[in-house]
C-alpha cells in the first residue's frame, strides 16, 4: 500500500494567530454574557442570556467568513472586489443619515437594518479602506513618493471618515486614520509627509470636538473626571471603581457589582473594566498579552508574505485591530477619553465582530502562504516607489549585506587580474 501523504504543518504565524483569535473569541463570549446577564434579566428583555445568544450566533458566522476567506483563492477574490466593497460601504455612510434608513440609538445613527440583523457600515469602511490602501499602494507604489501623490488616497479617507464623525462616531473615524497611518508607514511613506497630514487631522478632530458639546463634555471628564462625578466623568470613575476593586485575582467570575447599572455599556465599550473587576490584574494583563501575541504573529505575517499586497494587506489589518485595542483598553484605564470604540472580538457587537474574523480570515491565508499574482510594475513606477518599511527590513539587510560581499569580490578580482597581467608583463621583458 503506497503511504499516505502527510500534509505539510502550518507556519507558526498560522498557529499563533488561530490561537490568538480563538481565546480571544472565548474570553468574550463568557466576558459578554457575565457582564450582561443581570441588565438583561432585568431589563426589557427579560432573558439574562439575550446577548449571549446574539454573540454565539455572530461569532459561528464570523468563523464561517474566516475559514472561507483563509482558504485558496480568498485572497484574489477579495482583492477583486475592493473598489465594490469600498463603493458599499460609502453608500452605506451615506444612507444611514438619513432618518428614514437609519437606526437612532443614544443620540447616534450609526446603523441599518430591523431586528436581529443590523449592520454597522463603519465598521465595514474601516476594513473597506485598509483593502483599497494595500491594493493602491501595491499596485502603484510611486503613490508613497509624496503629499501630493497620496492625495487620491486621503481624499477617499476623508470622505469615509468624515461621513463617520457625522453620525456622529468619532472614535471609530480615529481608528480608520490610524490604521491608514500605520499603513502608509508599512508602504514606505515618509514620516515628515505624514506629519503634515496628522496636522491636518489634528485639527479637523479639534473642530469636531469644539462643536459637539457632548465631544467636550467627555474631553473634560477625561481631564477632570471628578469636577463632575455624576455627568461627564461617570463612566471613568466607575470604570475606575471597577479596576480598583478586582485587585490582583479579582472577585470572581460573575461577581461584579459596577456592571449591575453602575457601569454603562459594561457588555460593550466597558467589558474590559468588568474583566479587571472579576478577574483582577491577572485578567487583564492575559487579555493584553494574547493582543501582543496577535500583533507579533500579524507583523511577523506581513514580513514573510510572498508579495507586496499580502505584506501591506498584512501589515494594515493588523494595524486595525491592535489600534482598536489599545483605544478601548487606554479609555478604560482612564489613559485616553472615552471614544465608543469596541474591544475586538471581546465585546458585543456583530458587525465587529464579524469583520474582525473576516480580516483574520485573510492575515491566515497570508501567513499560508497565499499571494495574488501581480502585473510587474513599470520602470519608472519601480524607480518613483519607496521600498517597503518594517515589514521587509529584514530582506533589505541581507540584500545589502550580499551587495557589499558581492562589491567585495568584485573589487578583489579585479586586483587579482591586475597582478597577473603585471607579473606577465614582466616575465616577457625577462625573456627578451
Known amino acids: 500500500m503506497k503511504a499516505r501523504r502527510s500534509r505539510p504543518a502550518p507556519p507558526i504565524e498560522y498557529s499563533l494567530l488561530l490561537t490568538a483569535t480563538l481565546c480571544l473569541l472565548a474570553f468574550g463570549v463568557v466576558m459578554v454574557f457575565s457582564a450582561s446577564s443581570t441588565t438583561s434579566l432585568l431589563g426589557e428583555s427579560g432573558d439574562g442570556a439575550f446577548y449571549l445568544k446574539r454573540t454565539l450566533l455572530f461569532g459561528a458566522l464570523g468563523l ?22 469600498l463603493a458599499v460601504s460609502l453608500i452605506l455612510l451615506a444612507a444611514v443619515l438619513m432618518p428614514s434608513i437609519g437606526l437612532e440609538a443614544n443620540g447616534a445613527r450609526r446603523w441599518i437594518g430591523t431586528g436581529l440583523v443590523q449592520v454597522q457600515p463603519s465598521e465595514l469602511a474601516k476594513l473597506a479602506l485598509v483593502l483599497y490602501g494595500a491594493h493602491l499602494l ?54 515628515r509627509h505624514l506629519a503634515f497630514v496628522a496636522l491636518a487631522v489634528s485639527l479637523v478632530a479639534f473642530l469636531a470636538i469644539a462643536i459637539e ?34 485587585g490582583i485575582f479579582g472577585v470572581g467570575l460573575g461577581e461584579s457589582v ?40 500579524g507583523f511577523r505575517t506581513a514580513q514573510r508574505a510572498r508579495d507586496r499586497y499580502c505584506k501591506l494587506l498584512a501589515a494594515g489589518l493588523t494595524s486595525m485591530i491592535l489600534v482598536q485595542a489599545a483605544i478601548n483598553l487606554f479609555a478604560v484605564m482612564g489613559l485616553a477619553p472615552l471614544t465608543g470604540v469596541p474591544l475586538p472580538f471581546v465585546s458585543y457587537g456583530n458587525s465587529s465582530l464579524l469583520v474582525m474574523l473576516a480580516s483574520v ?58 597582478a597577473r597581467r603585471a607579473g606577465a608583463r614582466g616575465r616577457r621583458s625577462a625573456a627578451r
Open 64 to 85: 464561517v467568513a474566516m475559514r472561507v476567506l483563509s482558504l485558496k483563492g480568498g485572497l484574489r477574490v477579495v482583492r477583486a472586489a475592493t473598489p465594490l466593497l
Open 213 to 246: 458639546p457632548y465631544r467636550q463634555e467627555r474631553l473634560v471628564g477625561f481631564l477632570h473626571p471628578a469636577a463632575d462625578a455624576s455627568g461627564a466623568g461617570f463612566q471613568g470613575i466607575q470604570a475606575s471603581i471597577a479596576l480598583g476593586s478586582g
Open 361 to 418: 480570515g485573510l492575515l491566515l491565508n497570508v501567513a499560508r502562504g497565499g499571494r495574488v499574482a501581480e502585473k510587474p510594475a513599470s520602470r519608472s513606477g519601480r524607480a518613483r516607489g519607496a521600498k517597503l518599511r518594517v515589514v521587509e527590513g529584514g530582506r533589505t539587510s541581507q540584500a545589502r549585506r550580499s551587495s557589499r560581499s558581492g562589491a567585495k569580490s568584485r573589487h578583489s578580482g579585479g586586483r587579482n587580474r591586475r
Open 258 to 297: 459596577q456592571k449591575a447599572f453602575y457601569l454603562p455599556e459594561a457588555h460593550t465599550d466597558m467589558i474590559a473594566a468588568v474583566i479587571g473587576e472579576e478577574l483582577g490584574l491577572v485578567g487583564i494583563s492575559v487579555l493584553a498579552g494574547l493582543f501582543v501575541l496577535f500583533g507579533y504573529a
Open 138 to 191: 501595491a499596485s502603484r507604489p510611486e503613490t508613497v513618493r509624496d503629499v501630493r501623490s497620496m492625495l487620491p488616497y486621503f481624499l477617499v479617507v476623508a470622505l469615509a471618515c468624515g461621513l463617520i464623525v457625522v453620525e456622529p462616531d468619532l472614535g471609530s473615524a480615529l481608528v480608520g486614520c490610524f490604521s491608514v497611518a500605520a499603513l502608509l508607514v508599512a508602504g514606505g511613506a515618509k514620516l
